[in-house]
């Protein structure tokens, strides 16, 4: 009689152990599949806008210039101070622009960025690598473009120093003021409406409604005194995406 109790003792306790335990674990219903492979197109990063390296302005990308006594690719090869992880990515051609000023100002550079079906607006930031020739380089007053009347073009009044008269202009001035190398990336948040009463003074780069978005990029050269001389590189012109 003890020796029943005892058994059924035991079994109970065994039953709630394995109750307590979860019993088996389940089984696997199915094989895993393998993981999807990885999207062949990926999310682009960077957009290059240009690197120079065709030591051309005029192929592939079109640069137009103006006023600046040089806009042109020249060779990296002397060119290897400063930052030297910007040194060892700018290549052997980078955008050389240097002139004389006149009241301040040197000349510029631009190109049109538009494409169909390349919407721009989810790149977040401008980079460039900068080569400075210390204090008194001069200043790259970077202009951007956007389309508030939906035709895909830059309109602007010859009359009026070229202004523009249906699209904002955004800028920031970036002062070269360093020796060598060295990669600016600036937030497109902070550019800033240049011509307020012009366009719809909103940052809309989208390509929505017919508006070609971010139309184009231009560099206004700004010397460091009124008739200074501007003397810079820039390559590696990018729209970077989180950075
Ligand atoms: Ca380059
Ligand atoms: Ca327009
Ligand atoms: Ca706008």
Not at 35 to 42: G, K, R
Not at 121 to 146: C, H, R, W
Not at 217 to 237: E, P, W, Y
Request: aromatic share 10%.
């Amino acid at each position: 009689m003890n020796r029943l109790i005892g058994v059924s003792i035991c079994f109970c306790f065994m039953v709630s152990m394995a109750l307590a335990m979860g019993g088996p674990a389940p089984r696997p219903t199915e094989t895993a599949a393998p993981p999807a492979a990885a999207p062949t197109v990926m999310a682009e990063k960077v957009l290059l806008i240009d690197d120079f390296e065709s030591g051309s302005i005029k192929s592939p990308r079109e640069w137009w210039t103006f006023d600046l006594q040089k806009a042109e690719p020249v060779s990296n090869k002397e060119l290897k101070s400063g930052d030297e992880k910007v040194a060892s990515a700018v290549g052997n051609y980078s955008l050389l622009l240097t002139g004389m000023a006149k009241n301040w100002y040197s000349g510029g550079v631009g190109t049109y960025l538009a494409k169909e079906n390349q919407d721009l607006s989810k790149y977040t930031n401008f980079q460039m690598d900068v080569f400075g020739n210390g204090p008194g380089s001069g200043t790259a007053k970077i202009e951007l473009v956007d389309d508030d009347n939906s035709n895909w073009t830059v309109e602007q009044d010859p009359a009026k120093n070229y202004a523009l008269t249906k699209d904002d202009k955004f800028v920031y001035e970036v002062k070269v003021d360093w020796d060598g190398w060295k990669r600016v990336s600036i937030p497109l948040a902070d550019f800033v409406d240049d011509n307020p009463g012009v366009g719809d003074d909103v940052w809309n780069p989208q390509q929505t409604n017919g508006s070609g978005g971010l139309l184009q990029v231009q560099f206004i050269c700004i010397a460091a005194t009124d008739k200074g001389k501007v003397n810079f590189n820039l390559d590696n012109v990018s729209l970077t995406m989180g950075q």
